[in-house]
């Protein structure tokens, strides 16, 4: 008989009691640890691990490291809940010494002051520190549907990083160029040999290109003629940067398809061989991905900076519409989640350290600080043990910020496993077959299940299902994330929570993010699909 052994189940006690609209007036707090009821718990206003502001969302960051400061920086559009239809995403910007915590600089480039200017809104671009002038520019995209030009690249500049000037008399115009006025966005600069280049998105008829313009003193630009995209897809938030001795592109591919608009990255021995990569498909192809993904569906617009030791990568992870249209409330036992469907735009700020292989070839993992963050022990407990078409074990509710680890040793390489969250039981109506009367059944609610799938005998892809009653299974809209085997076959797997957003990491070389509303408060599961599968070492830390 096929069986899941557990082994070693550690950690201290920690009390978890309902909140106060969990019980009338008078009444003695429920002991919501020793059951396995579902429950509908509130997101917090702001996290603080994968940062989101108290009020809005953070929409395609902007990151750079400051060496004047010694701290990253993230730039990044402020989504509101209802934005003016003219004039919306500001700058706004955070900072961190770790990935991890986070400081709110506010407001640092405000929209036009008028819906008639070219910047009334504002759309993705960089900053960049010029330490001759001891001046941070920032490249940015004005948008403006009324304007001639939609879109164009601006500038602004500041000595301190507090005080901005527009510079209201420079437009950077792709139409001058034989490029489009429609879509002229995203510009990115990065340096190669004293010359700065500026990399930007954009069209040349209906074809899809990168255009490239140099300077030397970061005011002037000269047009460096452009590069093919990937087939027709629009790339957008280009970052380039050199890693070693390979250069890589990092693009997110904006094809609304449930297998594309991810983060993904081409890699060249060169600048130039970057872009060459497009043109010749096959020569610089990372080499387990052939697209070169990075992540799933649930983490988009990744930009990457370097302090010079390491580089790390952030990203939003997208909201989606529930039973209300925003973060709060989610209905997880019966609500619409909206899991099948395209990502809303704008989330939470994620970051991975972007991890460089032997060949070359990129990953993500955890970042360092992160164990040092969630650094209280909480306690771990079976509530349950099951076999409803597969083998489980139930463990006790999680917090609102967890660290789940444990170890998978599966006995062949077809063997398949995952974590579930949301486990729990709602009571569903049923015709009792022998009164024909209609009775309330408890029956498992929707899970949301991490799934370690085998996809041939070398590759492993991480599926996002939902499983249990009303369960969908394989949800589209998330997609998965494809990675190797481990030739042991231990998976070693660390998973972060903040509210809703997850992250998951195997063997510290691989890691996913998605958005799972509703696992705070609820227990979860650690699952076995008709396989040998020994699990060790479970442990959950919070903060």
């Not at 899809?208 to 002037?220: G, N, Q, V, Y």
């Not at 000269?222 to 629009?234: E, H, L, P, Q, S």
């Not at 973060?327 to 990502?343: L, M, R, T, W």
């Not at 022998?434 to 041939?456: A, C, D, F």
């Amino acid at each position: 008989m096929k069986s899941m052994i557990f082994s070693t189940i550690l950690l201290s006690a920690i009390a978890l009691t309902a909140c106060s609209d969990d019980k009338f007036a008078g009444d003695e707090p429920k002991d919501w640890n020793g059951t396995t009821d579902i429950f509908t718990p509130t997101e917090e206003d702001a996290y603080s691990t994968y940062y989101k502001p108290a009020i809005g969302r953070v929409g395609d960051p902007m990151p750079f490291y400051d060496a004047k400061t010694g701290d990253f920086k993230i730039l990044y559009l402020q989504e509101y809940p209802v934005n003016d239809d003219k004039r919306f995403h500001p700058f706004w910007a955070v900072s961190t010494k770790d990935g991890c915590n986070y400081e709110s600089l506010g407001e640092i480039i405000p929209v036009g002051e008028s819906r008639l200017q070219q910047d009334a809104a504002l759309g993705t671009g960089c900053c960049y520190y010029n330490e001759k002038e001891g001046l941070y520019y920032v490249y940015y995209t004005g948008h403006n549907g009324n304007c001639t030009n939609r879109e164009v690249v601006m500038r602004a500049t500041s000595p301190d990083f507090k005080t901005w000037t527009k510079d209201n008399l420079w437009a950077l115009k792709g139409t001058d160029y034989d490029l489009s006025g429609q879509d002229f966005r995203d510009p990115q600069i990065f340096e190669d040999n004293g010359t700065y280049h500026m990399v930007i998105s954009t069209y040349k008829g209906n074809d899809p290109k990168f255009a490239d313009f140099t300077s030397t003193d970061m005011k002037t630009w000269t047009f460096n003629g452009d590069f093919n995209m990937v087939w027709d897809r629009m790339c957008e938030c280009p970052d380039i940067f050199k890693m070693g001795n390979w250069w890589y592109l990092v693009y997110s591919e904006s094809y609304k398809s449930d297998w594309s608009r991810k983060v993904k990255y081409m890699m060249a021995d060169s600048f130039e061989g970057l872009k060459t990569c497009f043109s010749d498909p096959g020569r610089w192809w990372p080499k387990d991905d052939k697209e070169g993904v990075l992540d799933t569906r649930a983490f988009y617009a990744g930009k990457t900076a370097s302090n010079g030791t390491d580089r790390y990568i952030w990203g939003w992870c997208p909201y989606r519409s529930g039973v209300t249209n925003d973060d709060k409330n989610i209905n997880v036992g019966n609500g619409k989640d909206g899991q099948k469907n395209e990502p809303e735009w704008s989330g939470a700020l994620v970051c991975h350290k972007l991890i460089q292989h032997s060949d070359g070839t990129l990953t993500i993992g955890k970042v360092p600080a992160m164990d040092a963050k969630y650094n209280k022990p909480a306690e771990v407990k079976v509530v349950e043990k099951g076999d409803d078409g597969k083998t489980y074990v139930a463990y006790n509710r999680l917090g609102a910020h967890n660290h789940i680890s444990f170890t998978a040793k599966t006995a062949n390489n077809e063997d398949r496993f995952g974590v579930s969250f949301c486990f729990g039981y709602i009571k569903v109506k049923e015709t009792d077959k022998t009164t024909g009367q209609e009775v309330e059944v408890p029956t498992h609610s929707k899970r949301y299940t991490l799934m370690v799938n085998p996809e041939g005998n070398d590759r492993r892809k991480v599926n996002f299902e939902q499983e249990g009653y009303l369960g969908m299974g394989f949800i589209p809209g998330a997609d998965g994330y494809l990675f190797p085997r481990p030739s042991d076959n231990t998976y070693n797997i660390d998973i972060y929570t903040d509210n809703s957003v997850v992250t998951m990491y195997i063997n510290g070389d691989y890691g996913c993010t998605q958005r799972i509303y509703g696992l705070q408060k609820n227990c979860w599961t650690i699952n076995t699909y008709g396989n040998d599968v020994t699990i060790s070492d479970v442990k959950v830390s919070q903060y």
